[in-house]
């Protein structure tokens, strides 16, 4: 019942040792494989619970824009969303209080109530959630992130700007050659910018308040409001020497952790850009092709500005996005059982972390 290739990443990594013994039943051999898929589904059943918790991006104070948090290798977060939303009026004095203290500091938004995505992107749904002030991207998957202060609130989607599905049939061949491409959008006088995701493994770039200094023409009210796709194709640096940007040649990137203090996309960088009408102009259509503009004229070009760190702040995370979710959760479960010299004595050992035996009955204390 698999659709996709990319749902077999689970098995292909699943450890289930397989028996080749011409008397299996000596040792009990089979039931490893029957005890190692117990746990397995135990771990999905697990990751079943987290599977609506859907994580967000906070970006803006005029308004509130929310950017998916996406897992490539788990279906229901299998979507790249950006969406307009509302909130209680004073639980957005709350946020905005937070945010003055430490304007650099990405806040998360959890829906609290099990919402799939399809029924969050819909205009007008409204649903509880949740402020998170400290996000680790090497925990999610393991135990649930801890709430703020700013909690059991609504959440209003005013206004769908992009969802789309990152399915293995929705990707691109191959990454951008020239280029590294975003979406642009926001208010008159704040806009943001979240990577545009065309092919798996990759990475999210988003950074809110960010400025554009413009050489030829300029983004309307109307487009601003819709989402354009901005193409980063030069880094200005500091001696103010040119470095072409080729998405093509840097993927896949490094884990985050090991992104270092030279990465491209931090504060107070500047790139030069070309902004175009998003050719899938819907915002509920699917790739391949949704940075195809090779053949459309740049309305405008200019110079982008990643903000100060006390105007707004960068998210980064090419491990998350990237990560396979069972793994994730049985890194600290891989059984390693020992059999003895004397294959007919039932006494084994069994060493784990949290499994007792081998022995399917006890699969259900886990």
């Known amino acids: 019942s698999l659709k996709e290739l990319a749902e077999l990443s689970a098995i292909r990594n699943t450890k289930i040792p397989i028996c080749t013994n011409r008397i299996p039943s000596v040792a009990n051999h089979t039931k490893i494989p029957i005890h190692s898929s117990r746990i397995l589904s135990v771990e999905e059943t697990q990751l079943s619970k987290k599977s609506h918790n ?3 991006v906070i970006q803006g104070t005029d308004e509130i824009y929310l950017v998916h948090l996406p897992l490539f290798q788990l279906e229901t977060h299998r979507y790249q969303v950006i969406i307009k939303v509302e909130i209680p009026k004073k639980i957005m004095e709350l946020y905005k209080d937070l945010r003055k ?11 609290q109530e099990n919402a ?5 992107a819909i205009e007008g749904s409204s649903f509880k959630a949740h402020i998170i002030e400290n996000f680790d991207l090497y925990t999610v998957l ?7 202060s700013i909690k059991n609130f609504k959440v209003k989607t005013t206004k769908l700007l992009k969802k789309r599905n990152l399915g293995l049939s929705y990707q691109d061949k191959d990454y951008p050659i020239d280029r590294i491409p975003f979406y642009l959008y926001g208010t008159e006088n704040q806009l943001h910018i979240d990577h545009i995701l065309l092919k798996s493994p990759s990475i999210q770039l988003s950074a809110e308040n960010v400025q554009i200094k413009f050489t030829s023409g ?14 980063m194709i030069a880094k200005e640096e500091m001696d103010d020497s040119i470095i072409d940007l080729c998405e093509v040649a840097m993927q896949p990137f490094p884990d985050t952790k090991y992104l270092g203090n030279s990465f491209f996309f931090k504060t107070n960088s500047q790139f030069h850009i070309e902004l175009y009408e998003d050719p899938a102009f819907e915002p509920t259509l699917n790739g391949p092709g949704l940075d195809n503009v090779n053949h459309i004229t740049p309305f405008a070009t200019g110079k982008l500005i990643l903000p100060s760190m006390s105007k707004g702040g960068l998210y980064i ?7 396979d979710p069972i793994i994730e959760i049985s890194k600290n479960k891989i059984v390693k ?22 022995y399917p009955r006890e699969a259900s204390s886990l």
């Open 317 to 323: 995370d090419s491990h998350l996005i990237n990560a």
């Open 337 to 358: 059982c020992t059999i003895p010299s004397e294959p007919w004595k039932k006494n084994r050992k069994c060493k784990s972390n949290n499994v007792k035996t081998l």
């Open 142 to 148: 393991k135990e649930r992130p801890k709430m703020s």
């Open 101 to 111: 203290k430490n304007p650099l500091k990405v806040l998360l938004l959890c829906y």
């Open 116 to 120: 799939t995505i399809d029924q969050i």
């Open 218 to 231: 300029k983004l309307k009210c109307e487009q601003k409001e819709r989402g354009v796709i901005v193409h």
């Open 54 to 56: 859907h994580l967000f």
